[in-house]
C-alpha cells in the first residue's frame, strides 16, 4: 500500500517544539467530510506565494459572473493541466474541476472567520535565491527536449497513470471509491509535473520551503507554546518530499503571515 497515496494525515513533530499537520488535497476536487480534518489548528500555511489569495478572487468572481468559465479555460488550455481536469471531471461521484481549488480555499477562509494567520511558504520573487531559483527551473523545463515530449503528452500521460494505478489506496468507509482514481491521476500529474525540472531543483525548492514552514512554527511557538499547530494542506503524493526536509532539520526561516481579504470571511461547506 503506498505510503504517498495515505488517506491519513502526516503529522510532523518539530524537535522545538509544535507540529506540523501535513493534510493531502488532490487538484480542484472538493473532500468530502469524513476526508477534512478534525484537529485543532493555530495557524494555516500554504505553498504558495502572497498572490494567491488574489488568484483565487478573481476566480472566484469569474465564476459568479459565467460559471464554469475556469473549468471550460483549463479544459481549453492543452498540455499536461488539461489531461488531468479532463480525465477528474469524467469521475461520477466526486465533485471535480472545482475553481477556486476547493480544499485549500475553504480552509483559507476558515482561518480568516476565525483570525487565524495564514502564511504563504512561496517566497516572493525580490528574494533573490528563489528568483535564482525559478529562473532555473524555467531553463531546464523550457530546454527543447522537454518540449518535444510535451507534444506527445497524451502517451506520457496514459502511460504515467498505468504507472500509478499500482500505488491506489482506498479511500475509507462511506468515502467514494471515486476519490482513489482521482488520488491517482493527480499523482500520475505531480509526476510528469516534477519530471520538467531535475531532482536538485525539487530537493532545493522542498528544503527552502521547509526552512519557512519551521520558521511560521517558531512564531507561532512563541504565542501557543509547544502545543503550536499549524495546518499545512498540500497535494497527497508531495507530502513524503516535504516530510524528508523537514525531519532532516534545516535551519528556521523568518517568514510574517499574510492577511487575507477582510470580506472572505464564511467558511464553505
Given at each position: 500500500?503506498?505510503?504517498?497515496?495515505?488517506?491519513?494525515?502526516?503529522?510532523?513533530?518539530?524537535?522545538?517544539?509544535?507540529?506540523?499537520?501535513?493534510?493531502?488535497?488532490l487538484?480542484?476536487t472538493?473532500?468530502?467530510?469524513s476526508?477534512?480534518?478534525?484537529?485543532?489548528?493555530?495557524?494555516?500555511?500554504?505553498?504558495?506565494?502572497?498572490?494567491?489569495?488574489?488568484?483565487?478572487?478573481?476566480?472566484?468572481?469569474?465564476?459568479k459572473d459565467?460559471?464554469g468559465?475556469?473549468?471550460?479555460?483549463?479544459?481549453?488550455?492543452?498540455?499536461?493541466?488539461?489531461?488531468?481536469?479532463e480525465?477528474?471531471?469524467?469521475?461520477?461521484?466526486?465533485?471535480?474541476?472545482?475553481?477556486?481549488?476547493?480544499?485549500?480555499r475553504?480552509?483559507?477562509?476558515?482561518?480568516?472567520?476565525h483570525?487565524?494567520?495564514?502564511?504563504?511558504?512561496?517566497?516572493?520573487?525580490d528574494?533573490?535565491?528563489?528568483?535564482?531559483q525559478?529562473?532555473q527551473?524555467?531553463k531546464?523545463?523550457?530546454?527543447?527536449?522537454?518540449?518535444?515530449?510535451?507534444?506527445?503528452?497524451?502517451?506520457?500521460?496514459r502511460k504515467?497513470?498505468k504507472?500509478?494505478?499500482?500505488?491506489?489506496?482506498?479511500?475509507?468507509?462511506?468515502?467514494?471509491?471515486?476519490?482513489?482514481?482521482?488520488s491517482v491521476?493527480?499523482?500520475?500529474?505531480w509526476?510528469?509535473?516534477e519530471?520538467?525540472?531535475n531532482?536538485?531543483?525539487?530537493?532545493?525548492?522542498d528544503?527552502?520551503?521547509?526552512?519557512?514552514?519551521?520558521g511560521?512554527?517558531?512564531?507561532?511557538?512563541?504565542?501557543?507554546?509547544?502545543?503550536?499547530?499549524?495546518l499545512?494542506?498540500?497535494?497527497?503524493?508531495?507530502?513524503?518530499?516535504?516530510?524528508?526536509?523537514?525531519?532532516?532539520n534545516?535551519?528556521?526561516?523568518?517568514i510574517?503571515s499574510?492577511t487575507?481579504?477582510?470580506?472572505?470571511?464564511?467558511?464553505?461547506?
Amino acid at each position: 500500500m503506498s505510503v504517498e497515496l495515505s488517506w491519513e494525515d502526516i503529522v510532523w513533530d518539530d524537535p522545538d517544539g509544535g507540529r506540523i499537520v501535513l493534510h493531502g488535497v488532490l487538484p480542484t476536487t472538493v473532500h468530502p467530510q469524513s476526508l477534512r480534518p478534525r484537529i485543532e489548528w493555530h495557524a494555516l500555511a500554504l505553498l504558495e506565494g502572497p498572490e494567491i489569495e488574489d488568484v483565487w478572487q478573481l476566480e472566484e468572481a469569474s465564476e459568479k459572473d459565467s460559471p464554469g468559465i475556469n473549468l471550460a479555460s483549463a479544459l481549453l488550455g492543452g498540455g499536461l493541466d488539461s489531461a488531468l481536469i479532463e480525465d477528474l471531471t469524467q469521475l461520477d461521484e466526486i465533485q471535480t474541476g472545482r475553481f477556486p481549488d476547493p480544499e485549500p480555499r475553504r480552509l483559507h477562509r476558515l482561518a480568516l472567520r476565525h483570525e487565524r494567520p495564514v502564511y504563504c511558504i512561496e517566497p516572493t520573487l525580490d528574494d533573490e535565491a528563489w528568483e535564482e531559483q525559478r529562473t532555473q527551473e524555467a531553463k531546464v523545463s523550457t530546454h527543447w527536449r522537454k518540449l518535444l515530449s510535451m507534444v506527445r503528452i497524451g502517451k506520457k500521460w496514459r502511460k504515467a497513470v498505468k504507472l500509478r494505478i499500482f500505488d491506489a489506496v482506498p479511500p475509507p468507509k462511506n468515502v467514494p471509491k471515486d476519490m482513489a482514481t482521482a488520488s491517482v491521476l493527480s499523482a500520475a500529474w505531480w509526476d510528469l509535473t516534477e519530471s520538467r525540472i531535475n531532482t536538485s531543483l525539487s530537493k532545493a525548492r522542498d528544503e527552502r520551503f521547509a526552512q519557512r514552514l519551521r520558521g511560521a512554527l517558531a512564531a507561532e511557538r512563541a504565542k501557543h507554546g509547544d502545543q503550536a499547530t499549524i495546518l499545512l494542506p498540500m497535494l497527497q503524493t508531495w507530502r513524503p518530499a516535504i516530510l524528508a526536509m523537514l525531519n532532516s532539520n534545516p535551519q528556521p526561516e523568518e517568514i510574517i503571515s499574510s492577511t487575507g481579504p477582510s470580506e472572505q470571511l464564511e467558511e464553505e461547506e
